[in-house]
Structures are given as C-alpha cells and as structure tokens.
C-alpha cells in the first residue's frame, strides 16, 4: 500500500490562528494514525507579505502545540522554476494569454457589464474576468509586455475545459453544503483565473498543485474556504499531467460574530492564547478535538 502523505502549508504572512491549529492537528493526526508522514510547506510567493520572522513563529507555535514534522521544510519561494516549467507547459498548450487590465479598469468593465443585469462572481465573490486580452494580436502582446507595463497570465478556462473533460474528486470531508464523496469538479465558476502576474512569477493555484504532486501528497486536508478552489486544482492537475490527491476540507473555526478568523485578529492568535496562559490542551478543547 502506498504511504499516505499529508501536509500543513500556511503562508508566512501573519500568526497562526485557532483555524490553522485545527488544519494542523488534523493532518499530524492523520498521517500518525494511517501510518503516514507529516509535511510542513511555506507559501510565500509574495514576497510583498511574507516575512522570515512569520515563517519562524509558525514553527514557534507549531512545535509548542506538540506537532513534529519532517525537514526540510519545503519553501515555495525557493521554486519559482518549477511553476515557471509548469505555466510554460500549459502556455505549450495554447491555454494561457496576458491580460494588461488594472484593478480600476476591471471595476469599470464589471460596472459596465452590471447595466445590462448582474456579472457572475468567482466562489471568493470577486467578479470573473470580464475583459477582452484574449483576443489580443500575440504580436501586441509581446510588445506590451516587452514594454514592461503590468500583466496578469491568465488561464483559458473554457479552453482548458475542453482539453481535459469532465473532471472528478474524492472529497473525504465535507464543502460547505455537506458535498462528499466523489464530486464534480466546476472549474468554470472562477472564470479566466490568474496563474501568475510580472511581479509574482506564479499564484496560489499553479504552485499548490505543483508542491502536492512534487512532494507526493496523497490527501489534501485544508479549510472548507479552500473547497471550492479544488476545482480549478484538478483542472490544472489533469492538464499538467498531475496525479490525483484525495482530498478532505474541514470545518472552519470563527469568531464571536460567525466570521471566519482572519490573521490579523489578535485574539484568536495562537500566541496570544499562550501569553494569556493557555495550553496546548487548551487549544485543542477551543477548536473542538
Ligand atoms: N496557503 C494556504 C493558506 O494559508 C493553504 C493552501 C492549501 O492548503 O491548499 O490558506
């Protein structure tokens, strides 16, 4: 049998919250009790928010709360190359083009779009993609691009579609609506998702599938917010030639007021519970283990 594989993979931009305990404890707790191994990834990206000093918290907290987890630590930043290789093989397959539209001139073109009756939005509520690069001239493209003005790649979603047919998952927890089982996956609700932009050479989705498959992740266990975005991870995994995780989204823990917890809440911060004399028993009775 195959050795099951699980991984926390938190982006060092912030403390860790009471979700990410529960992300954390589920997945050591899985990998010991299936015989499997426990992996801890960096999701850096974006150098703009991410600091070296978040990164050594993680480890801070994640050691206190009695978690033990293979080296090296897989930093995402450190592998640029490999979602570079990944996004010129989806560019291979003609399923990528540059979008040059700003923030401002989306807003604009969703406000425009909105007088004839409502734009669709992505599952995260951002409007989808309402904007015309794909029929740019390749021609005007590159000399925009060599000109240096900020772009987006995009990926043509409906093309990708088309490439890799109907797609499929194993959920082994539950989405929001109680979805389990084998599900379809949807990619077509993001519309033309970014897979990289001039100032970060890649994006959340391009290299979470990239790291799962390099580092042969075999369940995916993560937050219920990220249910949705498995759509678009199993489109990218079928045109990559990526192999299939299983995957199991948890519950979310959230605040007073029923919002989901956010990073820059103090209280729920793992080590402002500690300052205040909380265990790691504790802990683990507040994210209901
Ligand atoms: N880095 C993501 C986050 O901190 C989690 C990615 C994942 O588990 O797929 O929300």
Known sequence: MVQPVFRFAPSPNGFLHLGHALSALLNCELAAANGGRFLLRMEDIDPTRCRSEYEAAICEDLDWLGLAWEQPVR???????????????????????????????????????????????DPDGAPLYPGHSQALPAAERARRMAAGEPYALRLDVSAAMEVAGPLMWDEHGAGPGGESGRLAADPAQWGDVVLARKDIPTSYHVSVVVDDALQGITEVVRGQDLFAATSIHRLLQALLGLPEPAYRHHRLIRDDAGRKLSKSTRATALRSLRAAGATPADIRRLVGL
């Open 75 to 121: 930093r995402q930043s450190e592998h640029l190359d490999a979602y570079a290789a990944a996004l010129a093989r989806l560019d291979a397959l003609g399923l990528v083009y540059a979008s040059f539209e700003s923030r401002g001139d989306v807003a604009r073109l969703v406000a425009e779009r909105e007088t004839q009756g409502p734009w669709p939005r």
